[in-house]
C-alpha cells in the first residue's frame, strides 16, 4: 500500500506576506523527488530576494538558471533601469570595480548599469582602450556587449590574463 505525503511550507518575507506552498505525493521516489524539485524551484526566488545586491553580485554562478534568479533578483531591487555608459572612461571605472569586488561598490554598479557585466549596454562608448588591461581576474563573457560604435580598442585586453 503507498501513503501519501503531505507537505505545507509557508515562507514569510522581510514584509511579513506570507506565502505558502503546498502539496502531496506518494512515498516513492517517482513522485517525491518530482514533486520536491517543484517546491525549491518556487522557493528559489524567494530565498535569493532575502540577500542584498552586493552578496548577489560577489556569488559566481554555476548555471545560467541561478544566473537569470540572480539578475531578476538585481534588477528588482535597483532604483531604476539600467544605464548605459557614456564614455570609455564610466566603463574603464566600472570594470575596475567589478573586477576588484568591493561590496560598498557593488549595489551601486550593479543597480546603475546592470549585472552581471555581460549586460551592460556599452552601446555609445567609442573608446575601449585599456578596459581590460591588467585584469588578471576577470574571466566573464562580454559577447553581448554592442561595440558597433567603437572607434578604438587599443590595448583593451593588454596583459589580461
Partial sequence: KKCRAHYQFTFVNMSGNAMNFWGSSRDDDEFILPTLRVVLEDLAPHIISFLDVPT?????????????????TIDRKAPTPPRPFQSGQELRDAVDKYVKYDPDDAEAFATTYGWPIDRWDVSHVDDFSETF?????????????????????????????
Fill in 133 to 161: 588591461e591588467c585584469k588578471e581576474s576577470f574571466n566573464e563573457p562580454i559577447g553581448s556587449w554592442n561595440v558597433s560604435n567603437a572607434r578604438t580598442m587599443v590595448r583593451m585586453f593588454r596583459e589580461a590574463k
Fill in 56 to 72: 548577489l553580485v560577489q556569488k559566481k554562478i554555476v548555471c545560467r538558471s541561478w544566473q537569470r534568479r540572480f539578475t531578476e
